[in-house]
Nanobody
Framework: QVQLQESGPGLVKPSQALSLTCDVSGGSITSKFYWWGWIRQPPGKGLEWMGAIEYSGRIDVSPSLKSRTSIGRDTSKNQFTLHLSSVTPEETAVYYC????????????WGQGTKVTVSS
């Protein structure tokens, strides 16, 4: 059973950077052909896909976030990361990490989510 767990600060000031980590257990982030993604959901709104990293290390980021987003991984720790710079209060959301088993955008395993508030 694959399990994902997000971790990071619950509060970030506007214009600062947000960094989150997703720890994966029960499966390797380097196993073919998985993608490991970040998705967020602002209060009262729908899910927004932010980006993902493939088992090979290839990265795909939403065009609307590309200039401010980096996704990485530490294979020795079986974890992947999200870094989002210059955040605004509108980016207050629950941030999820999840697994896409074949790159089709269908996420089958999700973390429980971590709420991030952007506020001064």
């Amino acid at each position: 059973q694959v399990q994902l767990q997000e971790s990071g600060p619950g509060l970030v000031k506007p214009s600062q950077a947000l960094s989150l980590t997703c720890d994966v257990s029960g499966g390797s982030i380097t196993s073919k052909f998985y993608w490991w993604g970040w998705i967020r959901q602002p209060p009262g709104k729908g899910l927004e896909w932010m980006g993902a990293i493939e088992y090979s290390g290839r990265i795909d980021v939403s065009p609307s976030l590309k200039s401010r987003t980096s996704i990485g991984r530490d294979t020795s720790k079986n974890q992947f990361t999200l870094h989002l710079s210059s955040v605004t209060p509108e980016e207050t959301a629950v941030y999820y990490c999840a697994r896409d088993k074949d790159g089709t955008g269908k996420y089958d395993y999700w973390g429980q989510g971590t709420k991030v508030t952007v506020s001064s």
